[in-house]
């Protein structure tokens, strides 16, 4: 029976785990941590709840019937092994790294100023919803999305709050979108800007902060920290990210070691965090293939998240990042009264990539969709793209040929 070790007890690992399980593996699941946490996407929503209690000690299910040994850390990966802290020494035919991200250091002045939250753990989550006062004004700043999402659930009870986003894990939305979400942030009590924070002050508990030399009276602060790929010592490359590149069957360069989830990067990419998509599929993928599997996996070029009762949803690369890139892309973009969209197109009439903001419907025939490869600004003003909600797409894609000069 084939051995597979599994390091990291996330969506990833576990999901990794029972690939390789229901293949006839031999599975052994380790993680560092000593307790099962809740998944990292969810910590916003432990803001204002009880504490969590999940499983601890030696060994604990994760929703499923994988054992996972709990507080073992491991330090290196080899072609046919993995060793831990204690120098134990586990046995693989295969090995499958999940490590996932982990935070920055918090890197502002003063953060450990009473009143201060360096958003690190999901404790620090509970600890911020039973803490922060329900009349007080709050500064949230980092990374834009998980800022957004912490935002939005202080903006109870009165409370003043402003979020300084510093960077975008995802990417920044386009300027209308940009306009558009703090549109529908100002309506749920959160003004938006961007900058920088570089200082807490205050006579040991937070009266203000500073921001590009600003200085902003708060009674509470929040850095919401960006997620980098956490990794371990193992025989393969790093990314530009510092995450471990991997082909498209999520090998790495030593062939019995595979990557998946926030810790693996395919070559040439630049995202931090979550840069292989939906960390449960890519987990699949790489269990199936650490099992003598042929499965390709296709990084997902979409991003969407619900916030302030808005759909922000965007197929293809942000704008800026392919400004940055040197694309040469034209942006037209049309605004209704609660809805967005942004199209962008090189000179061929060729689309890149298409960012829309509206409200939100449960419909799960509306948004998010996706757009074909090699679609052009005709395809989406007068092809189907299987929504019944592609007015607005359509509309701005017109928009596009009109001022397209090779239509």
């Known amino acids: ?227 980098r790929p956490r990794v371990v010592s193992l025989p393969a490359r790093l990314g530009r990210s510092g995450g471990i590149v991997v082909d498209a069957f999520l090998r790495t360069e030593s062939k019995t070691v595979y990557a998946a989830g926030g810790c693996a990067e395919p070559p040439g990419w630049s995202s931090p965090g979550g840069i292989l998509g939906s960390p449960a599929a890519s987990g699949r993928v790489a269990g199936a293939n650490a099992m003598g599997g042929e499965v390709r996996f296709h990084p997902g070029r979409s991003f969407s998240s619900v916030i302030f009762g808005l759909s922000w949803f965007r197929h293809g690369p942000p704008i800026a990042t392919l400004r940055a890139r040197g694309g040469l892309v034209t942006v037209t973009s049309k605004r209704d009264t609660c809805s967005v969209c942004g199209i962008a197109y090189d000179r061929r009439g060729r689309v890149v990539s298409v960012e829309t903001v509206g409200r939100f419907s449960p419909d799960p025939g509306a948004l998010p969709w996706s757009i074909p490869e090699g679609s052009t600004l005709a395809s989406l003003a007068y092809g189907p793209l299987g929504s019944t909600d592609i007015s607005l797409v359509s509309d701005t894609a017109r928009l596009g040929l009109k001022s397209w000069s090779g239509y």
């Open 1 to 227: 029976m084939p051995k597979v070790v599994v390091v990291g007890a996330g969506m990833a690992g576990m999901e990794a785990a029972r690939e390789a399980l229901g293949r006839g593996a031999d599975v052994t699941v380790v993680d560092q941590s000593e307790r099962v946490e809740p998944p990292w996407r969810a910590w916003p929503d432990l803001i204002g709840v009880a504490p969590w209690s999940g499983p601890s000690g030696a060994s604990a299910s994760h929703e499923s019937e994988v054992p996972v040994e709990l507080g073992t850390k491991v330090v290196s990966v080899g072609p046919d092994q993995a060793t831990t802290a204690s120098g134990a020494t586990l046995r693989a035919d295969a090995t499958v790294v999940v490590t996932g991200t982990s935070n920055g250091s918090p890197g502002i002045h003063g953060i450990g100023k009473r009143g201060s939250y360096f958003l690190d753990a999901a404790y620090k989550y509970e600890q911020l919803g039973r803490s922060v006062s329900d009349s007080g004004r709050v500064v949230v700043a980092g990374e834009g999305v998980r800022g957004l999402e912490v935002a939005e659930r202080l903006a109870t009870g009165g409370r003043k709050v402003m979020l300084i986003a510093s960077c975008w894990a995802s990417g920044a939305p386009g300027a209308d979108a940009m306009a558009a979400i703090a549109t529908g942030a100002s309506e749920r009590g959160v003004s938006l800007r961007a900058g920088r924070a570089s200082r807490v002050v205050g006579q040991g508990k937070v009266e203000a902060m500073v921001a590009d030399g600003e200085v902003v009276p708060c009674d509470t602060f929040v850095q919401v920290p960006v997620r």
